[in-house]
T-cell receptor, first 114, second 111 residues
Framework: DPKIIQKPKYLVAVTGSEKILICEQY?????MYWYRQSAKKPLEFMFS???????DNQTASSRFQPQSSKKNHLDLQITALKPDDSATYFC?????????????FGEGSKLTVL | SQLAEENSWALSVHEGESVTVNCSYK?????LQWYRQKSGKGPAQLIL???NEREKRNGRLRATLDTSSQSSSLSITATRCEDTAVYFC???????????WGLGTSLVVNP
């Protein structure tokens, strides 16, 4: 059974709309992350959270807002969607506070913006 | 700019053969990780090798790290069809809570 659950697996949105990507992890980890994977580009770090607090933000746009309602939840709200936001978004977690060890990834949410 | 990169876009081998994926990086690192991503799945870690280590093994996998040439390799022996995936190297840089990823090498293992 997947230990990191991402919902939805696929979604299509229109330009200018808003979507929320859901992530729940059942590994008991304290640190959670969002990564983005686009075609022809390296996996791109977006955010890291530890104990529900933002540790690092490498996303230039404020249109991307992580939300952590519980220790094992880290959702990603994306507003004013653009076609360039089309990508697969991966949630990940790790046991430690900082990203110095193994990351465990979910299966991703593939977003297409028309 | 990309700080970590694999040196081949795609490799193809037959089952049972050995294959090596190479990675180079451009900055000081604390560790180098190798991940595998199968189609439709998230990356899964294979090996983590720290900057003071030269070699690490995990079953049929062997990773090396050469900090002087800023390069790493991942070797897979006795390949199987299920090894077909994209292989990434990812560098831990300083105390930052992020990994710097390469673009990945697509490996196809043919029956």
């Amino acid at each position: 059974d997947p230990k990191i659950i991402q919902k939805p697996k696929y979604l299509v949105a229109v330009t200018g709309s808003e979507k929320i990507l859901i992530c729940e992890q059942y590994l008991g980890h304290n640190a959670m992350y969002w990564y983005r994977q686009s075609a022809k580009k390296p996996l791109e770090f977006m955010f890291s959270y530890s104990y529900q607090k933002l540790m690092d933000n490498q996303t230039a746009s404020s249109r991307f807002q992580p939300q952590s309602s519980k220790k094992n939840h880290l959702d990603l709200q994306i507003t004013a969607l653009k076609p360039d936001d089309s990508a697969t978004y991966f949630c990940a977690s790790s046991p430690g506070q900082a990203n110095t060890g193994q990351l465990y990834f979910g299966e991703g949410s593939k977003l297409t913006v028309l | 700019s990309q700080l970590a990169e694999e040196n081949s876009w795609a490799l193809s081998v037959h089952e049972g053969e050995s294959v090596t994926v190479n990675c180079s990086y451009k900055t000081s690192i604390t560790a180098l990780q190798w991940y595998r991503q199968k189609s439709g799945k998230g990356p899964a870690q294979l090996i983590l090798i720290r900057s003071n280590e030269r070699e690490k093994r995990n079953g049929r996998l062997r990773a090396t790290l050469d900090t002087s040439s800023q390069s790493s390799s991942l070797s897979i022996t006795a390949t199987r069809c299920e090894d077909t995936a994209v292989y990434f190297c990812a560098a831990n840089v300083g105390d930052n809570s992020k990994l710097i990823w390469g673009l990945g090498t697509s490996l196809v293992v043919n029956p």
